[in-house]
C-alpha cells in the first residue's frame, strides 16, 4: 500500500493550492478517505473525509466552505481543493485510508505554507 502527497507550495494568504494523493497497492474505491493536518508544534487535526464512492464528504468547522475533497477511483487519487487560504492553514498535510483505528495507512505528507 503505498500514498503518495503531492501540491507542496508556498502561497500568499487568500490564495489557492490543490493538493493530489495518488494511491497504490489496494482497491481505492472500497475505502473512505482522508485528509489529516499537522502545524507546526501542534498536534494531528482532521481536516476532511469522503466515502467510497463520493456521495458523502465532511470537513472540519476550520476549513468549512473553503476546502473541498474529491476523488478520481478510475485515477486511485484524492484530491483536497484549498481556497481562501489562511497563515493558520499552514501544516504539513497527509492523506490517510480509513482502515482502522482510525487509520491504516498514511501519506508521507506534504507541506503547504501560507503566508505574504
Known amino acids: 500500500v503505498q500514498l503518495v502527497e503531492s501540491g507542496v507550495g508556498l502561497v500568499q494568504p487568500g490564495g489557492s493550492l490543490r493538493l493530489s494523493c495518488a494511491t497504490s497497492g489496494f482497491t481505492f474505491s472500497n475505502y473512505y478517505m482522508n485528509w489529516v493536518r499537522q502545524a507546526p508544534g501542534k498536534g494531528l487535526e482532521w481536516v476532511s473525509v469522503?466515502?467510497?464512492?463520493?456521495?458523502?464528504?465532511r470537513y472540519a468547522v476550520s476549513v468549512k466552505g473553503r476546502f473541498t475533497i474529491s476523488r478520481d477511483n478510475a485515477k486511485d487519487t484524492l484530491y483536497l481543493e484549498m481556497n481562501s487560504l489562511k497563515p493558520e492553514d499552514t501544516a504539513v498535510y497527509f492523506c490517510a485510508r480509513d482502515g482502522g483505528a482510525p487509520y491504516d495507512y498514511w501519506g508521507q505528507g506534504t507541506q503547504v505554507t501560507v503566508s505574504s
Open positions: 469522503i466515502t467510497s464512492g463520493s456521495s458523502i464528504t
